[in-house]
């Protein structure tokens, strides 16, 4: 059957990785979104999500948040309403970060890294973050509003080398060079 598609309505961004070994500082990842206006998309974001952050609307939600890695399944999971997010949104862009307690660490120091990007049951993308190991945070997706046809994800592997998470939320959204 084929109709009007209003793309993606509701999407999931899944993190895991390893625990550190024993006695070692535990490493701590964290999923950070970061929402833009529709005509500002690559401007200072409109609002952050992350651990200690929630959306004011209620469409960007973190439901599981984990400092060490350690559970079953993925530790850290992140939900987007996108078909309830007002019209003045335009993009939304999703990255991971490492905590850097303890000394610098790169997704390469960090075992069984594994992201991934659901709508539903339909997996849209996965990544063990090889690609950016030599980084300690990345963006992982970006969802965008298509007009009419709503909301479009792509995947968005990028590297970065921040201080921290303040840093990276400034440099997330900025095009690629």
Known sequence: MSGASKGIAKAEVQLRWDPSPSGAASHDLDIIA???RADDPHGEPVYLVHFDRRSPDGTI???????????FG?????TFELGRLADTYGRVVVGVAIQQRGGRKTFGD??????????GHIELAQDDLASVAGSNAATVAEFTRD???GW???THLRGFEVSGPDEFTRLMGAPAA
């Open 152 to 154: 479009t994800f792509r």
């Open 74 to 78: 993925y530790d850290e999971v992140m």
């Open 34 to 36: 970061a929402t833009y």
């Open 110 to 119: 960090v075992s069984g890294t594994r992201v991934r990007v659901t709508e």
């Open 147 to 149: 007009g009419a046809a």
């Open 61 to 71: 939600t973190l439901s599981r948040d984990s400092t060490t890695g350690q559970g």
